[in-house]
């Protein structure tokens, strides 16, 4: 992590767990705030009344928060794991 000199944080380097996840015959990325493997079954918010729902784990990745493959303002994250 690196610091400005006013106290601030310039960079955050944390890495961060992602999931793709199939939803409705869809993939879409999400934030995994918990270990998930690929085959895994998941409810996640989806579609435009973020209503949950059941999908399949394709794959997992370890990311950075540049490295993300969703931009930080359209992160969602997987809620459960079933």
Known sequence: MIHSLA???L???SNQL???????G?????LA??????GDR???PFG??????EG???RTELCTPQTAPVPAKHRKAIEKKL
């Open 42 to 44: 998941v409810l996640v």
């Open 7 to 9: 106290g601030g944080v």
């Open 26 to 30: 869809t993939p879409r990325w999400y």
């Open 48 to 53: 435009p009344a973020e209503a949950l729902t």
């Open 56 to 58: 399949t784990v394709l």
């Open 11 to 13: 960079a955050d380097n």
């Open 18 to 24: 992602f999931a793709k996840v199939e939803v409705c």
């Open 33 to 38: 705030p918990f270990s998930v493997a690929a």
